[in-house]
């Protein structure tokens, strides 16, 4: 028997007996017991279900009341049940359990709990205050009944262990199997806590990268906001100087306009020809352009406007009233495809014309400048161009007959519109006619009906068809008729065709070809009417030129005129880029003050055609006007 410190509130009670020794007993707490039990207490000791000694044994007292087993069996059970708390470990009892039984008395049974450890059992335990008795070992001792009892108790307190361990092991097994859910759950958790907080990082990593951007971005929109502040300041800058140099220009044209409008009223040659010398710097070679068959060409500038003036030979008998009047009756004829006669000098007989920038078209065709080559579309638009003076010419009251169409006659101006020059030159030249059949070239051009040297407008058609021809196909005059019929007649005009001038639309051109030919019909006959018959198939064509012109920025005719003014945007009556252009009845855009003038001025007919127009009413062109607006807001 152990006792563990007198300050626990409990006494561990054990017996360790010897067996083989059963007189003494050996655990100090059984001799303590055995000694400060009270007297009247009842103490058996045993050992393994054995009886070993009885403190009668020690003090030599007897038993002071027996009592039988079978009625105490419920009580001893239960309280070993109460106090017992593991087979191998030590029964308890409380030091104020045992105090107590000490101090009132109470017996105590020190019983076996099975194995060997020993229990004392007080009397109030038998429920009667009696004390337990326990038979000895033989068969009908009491404490072997005892002995019974307690192994049987012991068994079922066993097995109800055995149930409650496996009950206890399962529910264990459980809780191990929840923990270890648990514990992968934790896993779980552990992984998708570090997952987010890679997550959490890379975010903070982007978050400051993009702050860093942010920060970049706002220093980059400071920088363009400011930039932006710049431009508009130097925009509105460059705005009033647009306005002033617009004023200015205005201011200019104006001057110009009533300079050439002086010399238009004028219309009296009053041209000095001092004025000639000085615009011709005394005829300085360098001011000369050319030589004609009437004349040598000088270029200058008379009254702020750059002209070209034609020294006529001297007339011989024509007088300076007749020169006048032929001058002035020719500066009458206006038409924004013919070369513009302004003035004249009756003094030194020289004829004041518009000065065309770009040459001939003989000079361009025969790639006699360096320029490159006329594109189809502007050749198709100076086919038209020539289509139209034409039809205005002979539309004109006293039907004008050019008489002396060819393609050095057709000169081109700064925006490569085409104007037919020379006319009513003939009228200059007294008797003779330059146009006779010596002149090889201008021969070329005669229809073969030319007989009895006076020309009709059939001339001017057969020689537009010939222009034609060579439009087409930049071939010398002389075999372009035969050329193009066998190239026609083997179905192949392609190898005709000047192909310099990129890919032709064939069917326009099979088209063009064939009217070429129609107008160099030997006879007048067969001949087609330009109003009736070439204008409607012209026409169509000129508009799809324009449409190609627009919408290929690659186009070579973009190369050559597109830094210039587009001719479609240039008025054809005041020859100045439009900025409120109306469409008339005749379909072509004018400048709205130029038409209205027109008409006001009492003009019943088209200032293109000459013919005769449906009504007066005037459309503002609006398209135009924004194709206007944004050319002249890119250049
Ligand atoms: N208004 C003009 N502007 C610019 N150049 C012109 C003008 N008129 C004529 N020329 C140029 O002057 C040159 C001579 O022209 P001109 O009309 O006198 O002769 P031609 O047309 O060559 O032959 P023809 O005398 O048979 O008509 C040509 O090269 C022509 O391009």
């Known amino acids: 028997m152990a006792c563990y410190g007198s300050s626990c509130r409990e006494i561990l009670l054990r017996t360790r007996l010897d067996c083989r020794n059963l007189s003494e007993l050996k655990s100090n707490k059984a001799i303590f017991v055995c000694h400060h039990a009270p007297v009247p207490c009842q103490i058996w000791f045993s050992c393994k279900g054995c009886l070993i000694r009885t403190r009668s044994d020690e003090i030599g007292s007897h038993l002071a009341g027996v009592v039988p087993?079978?009625?105490?069996?419920?009580?001893?059970t239960s309280f070993l049940q109460h106090h017992k708390e593991d087979a191998d470990k030590d029964v308890k009892i409380t030091v104020s359990e045992f105090e107590e039984n000490m101090v009132h008395g109470q017996n105590l049974t020190h019983s076996m709990t099975g194995d060997g450890s020993s229990l004392y059992l007080p009397h109030s335990m038998?429920?009667?205050?009696?004390?337990?008795?326990?038979?000895?070992?033989?068969?009908?001792?009491?404490?072997?009944?005892?002995?019974?009892?307690?192994?049987?108790?012991?068994?079922?307190?066993?097995?109800?262990e055995i149930n409650s361990r496996s009950y206890m092991e399962d529910l264990l097994k459980k809780q191990r199997q929840e923990l270890e859910k648990m514990k992968n759950k934790h896993n779980q958790i552990v992984k998708e806590l570090q997952l987010v907080q890679n997550q959490k990082l890379s975010l903070e990593r982007k978050f400051m990268e993009n702050c860093s951007t942010e920060e970049e971005l706002e220093e980059k929109i400071i920088q363009a906001v400011k930039l932006l502040i710049s431009f508009k300041g130097k925009r509105?800058?460059?705005?009033?100087?647009?306005?002033?140099?617009?004023?200015?220009?205005?201011?200019?044209?104006?001057?110009?306009?009533?300079?050439?409008?002086?010399?238009?009223?004028?219309?009296?040659?009053?041209?000095?020809f001092s004025e000639i010398i000085e615009a011709t710097r005394t005829f300085d070679p360098s001011m000369k352009i050319g030589e004609g068959r009437f004349g040598s060409v000088y270029k200058g500038i008379i009254h702020h406007v750059k002209v070209a003036?034609?020294?006529?030979?001297?007339?011989?008998?024509?007088?300076?009233?007749d020169f006048e009047h032929k001058a002035e009756i020719l500066s009458r004829v206006r038409h924004p495809n013919l070369v513009t006669l302004l003035c004249a000098c009756t003094e030194s007989r020289s004829l004041i014309y518009e000065y065309l920038e770009n040459g001939s078209l003989e000079?361009?065709?025969?790639?006699?400048?360096?320029?490159?080559?006329?594109?189809?579309?502007?050749?198709?638009?100076?086919?038209?161009e020539i289509c139209s003076a034409l039809i205005f010419l002979h539309a004109h009251k006293s039907s004008i007959v050019h008489g002396n169409l060819k393609l050095s006659n057709i000169l081109l101006d700064a925006n490569f519109v085409s104007k037919i020059s020379d006319l009513g030159i003939k009228n200059f030249q007294n008797g003779e006619n330059p146009c006779g059949k010596n002149d090889l070239e201008a021969s070329i051009y005669l229809e073969p009906e030319y007989v009895d040297g006076r020309h009709v407008t059939e001339s001017d058609v057969y020689s537009f068809g010939i222009i034609l021809l060579q439009l087409l196909t930049a071939r010398p005059a002389s075999s372009i008729i035969r050329d193009m019929r066998c190239a026609m007649e083997v179905g192949n005009v392609s190898t005709v065709l000047d192909h310099s001038a990129g890919d032709w639309p064939l069917e326009q051109v099979e088209l063009l070809a064939f009217l070429a030919l129609r107008c160099c019909e030997e006879k007048r006959l067969n001949q087609p009417d330009l109003v009736a018959e070439v204008w409607p198939v012209i026409e169509p064509m000129r508009d799809l030129c324009t449409l190609s012109c627009l919408g290929s920025t690659s186009s070579r005719l973009d190369l050559t005129a597109q830094q210039r003014i587009p001719s479609n945007f240039v008025c054809p009556i005041f020859q100045e880029v439009m900025k409120d252009p109306h469409i008339a009845a005749d379909g072509f855009t004018y400048e709205g003050d130029a038409i209205k003038?027109?008409?006001?001025?009492?003009?019943?007919?088209?200032?293109?055609?000459?013919l005769q127009l449906d009504h007066c009413d005037l459309l503002p062109n609006y398209a135009l006007y924004y194709a206007i607006q944004e050319w002249q807001q890119r250049s």
Not at 69 to 76: A, G, I, Q, R
Not at 363 to 384: E, T, V
């Open 126 to 160: 038998t429920g009667d205050g009696s004390s337990l008795y326990l038979p000895s070992s033989s068969q009908d001792s009491p404490f072997s009944s005892s002995v019974d009892f307690l192994a049987e108790a012991s068994e079922t307190f066993y097995l109800k």
């Open 309 to 321: 003036i034609k020294m006529l030979p001297s007339c011989g008998s024509q007088s300076d009233s």
């Open 597 to 610: 003038g027109w008409l006001n001025s009492g003009h019943k007919t088209s200032p293109m055609t000459n």
């Open 69 to 76: 087993l079978s009625s105490k069996t419920n009580k001893v």
């Open 363 to 384: 000079d361009h065709l025969a790639g006699h400048l360096k320029s490159r080559s006329l594109p189809w579309q502007l050749r198709l638009r100076i086919a038209s």
């Open 236 to 272: 509105d800058l460059l705005w009033k100087e647009q306005e002033r140099a617009l004023r200015e220009s205005h201011k200019f044209q104006k001057m110009v306009k009533e300079d050439v409008c002086a010399m238009h009223v004028s219309h009296s040659f009053d041209i000095s």
